[in-house]
C-alpha cells in the first residue's frame, strides 16, 4: 500500500484547487462566446459576455481580465474553481478568490424570445455591414 492520496475524482461537479485540473477544466471555453458574473461577496458588482481568448497558468505577467470583446483567464489569479453540470448538459464555472468570484457560462443558441437584457451568443448583424469593391491603379491598360 502506498502512502500517496490517489488522485481527486470528479463526475459532473466539483471543487478544484489544482491549476493543472483548473486549466483542463477551462480548455473547453477557449474561443466560445461566454456569459460572466462578478460578485464580490453577495452583491453582482459586473456582468457580460466576451469571447475567451487565453487560458493561462505559470505567466504572472498575464493578467484576468473579463470584457465584452475579450477574456484572458490566468488560472493563478484564484484559489479555486467551482464546477457543476447544468441540465442542458452545459458546465457553468465559478472562478473564487476570497470574498470575489466570477461566474462563467456556456451560452447555447439564444431564442427569439429572450430580452435584450438577456445575454446571448455574440452574432453577425448581416443587415449592417459595408461592402467594398477594390478597383486597379488608375491608368493600368492591358
Do not use: C
Not at 457553468?92 to 468570484?101: A, K, N
Not at 448583424?125 to 469593391?133: K, L
Amino acid at each position: 500500500m502506498t502512502s500517496e492520496p490517489p488522485a481527486k475524482f470528479f463526475v459532473n461537479s466539483g471543487l478544484v484547487t489544482s491549476r493543472t485540473d483548473i486549466r483542463h477544466l477551462l480548455r473547453p471555453t477557449l474561443k466560445q462566446t461566454v456569459a460572466y458574473r462578478y460578485y464580490r461577496g453577495r452583491e453582482l458588482v459586473a456582468h457580460g459576455m466576451g469571447w475567451v481568448e487565453r487560458v493561462v497558468a505559470d505567466e504572472p505577467e498575464t493578467s484576468t481580465y473579463f470584457t465584452p470583446l475579450a477574456i484572458t483567464i490566468n488560472v493563478d489569479s484564484f484559489e479555486h474553481l467551482e464546477f457543476e453540470t447544468r441540465p442542458d448538459q452545459l458546465i457553468v464555472y465559478t472562478l473564487v478568490q476570497g470574498d470575489e468570484r466570477v461566474v462563467v457560462e456556456f451560452i447555447p443558441g439564444a431564442p427569439a424570445e429572450h430580452s435584450a437584457a438577456s445575454p446571448r451568443q455574440l452574432e453577425l448583424d448581416e443587415g449592417a455591414f459595408v461592402q467594398m469593391e477594390l478597383l486597379g491603379l488608375e491608368g493600368t491598360e492591358e
